[in-house]
């Protein structure tokens, strides 16, 4: 069963410094999304990305957030400047079509020091 | 926040059915119902969903009530795997917010 592959499994990080985090969406799928899940906590979404383009993005995604997909496979989560808060599992989410479900990646463990 | 209101904590025997129940009082016309699951750290898995008829797949079936203000996953035969955390999520399907809100769920406990 095609499924949402994310890399790395776990990133550590200086504070200050950009990360990014990668993931391969489903193949013949066009959503993208992030969400992330601070421990303890509930899973928040970040991000939704379509043709190119933002769809939607929370409050969390602020300027220091960006999102690319490269080329036809990878789906990019760029953090610029971490902080410290930002550490926490991210999930990359794809749909093939926004009345089908989102299907969700094993995520990246990210750890800023 | 979440338009769902589901119980912090449930236990069930392994073989039983687990019946997890859900209210979205305020669900509205276009609004579908989706049930995930997150199992320790991983991301969560995709179950079912279902508008208003119940449906069943592979996983689990979805009852929902007739004014579609509440729902219950059926786990019909439970495992040890089934341990997790399971979100019943409303979200619409035309235009509107793609995302996913998700709430605390309910932390299911499968029991030898």
């Known amino acids: 069963e095609p499924e949402v592959t994310q890399t790395p499994s776990h990133q550590v990080t200086q504070m200050g410094q950009e990360v990014i985090l990668r993931c391969v969406p489903i193949?013949?799928?066009?959503?993208f999304y992030w969400y992330r899940q601070i421990l303890g906590q509930k899973v928040e979404f970040l991000v939704s990305f379509y043709n190119n383009e933002i769809s939607e993005k929370s409050e969390i995604f602020d300027d220091q957030f960006s999102v690319e997909r490269p080329d036809g496979s990878n789906f990019t989560l760029k953090i610029r400047s971490t902080k410290l808060e930002d550490s926490a599992m991210y999930f990359c989410?794809?749909?093939?079509?926004?009345?089908?479900?989102?299907?969700f990646g094993d995520g990246t463990r990210l750890s800023i020091l | 926040d979440a338009k769902t209101t589901q119980p912090p904590s449930m236990d069930c025997a392994e073989g039983r059915a687990a019946n997890l129940p859900c209210n979205h009082s305020?669900?509205?016309?276009?609004?579908?119902v989706y049930w995930y699951r997150q199992i320790h750290s991983q991301g969560p898995q995709y179950i079912i969903h279902?508008?208003?008829n119940n449906e069943t797949n592979e996983m689990a079936s979805l009852i929902i009530t007739e004014d579609r203000k509440s729902s219950t996953l059926i786990l019909p035969h439970a495992t040890l795997r089934d341990t997790a955390v399971y979100y019943c999520?409303?979200?619409?399907?035309?235009?509107?917010?793609?995302?996913?809100?998700f709430g605390k769920g309910t932390k299911l406990t499968v029991n030898p």
């Open positions: 989410a794809s749909t093939g079509d926004t009345y089908q479900p989102q299907h």
């Open positions: 305020t669900i509205s016309g276009n609004e579908y």
């Open positions: 193949s013949n799928h066009l959503y």
């Open positions: 999520i409303v979200r619409g399907t035309q235009g509107g917010s793609e995302k996913l809100v």
């Open positions: 279902g508008l208003k």
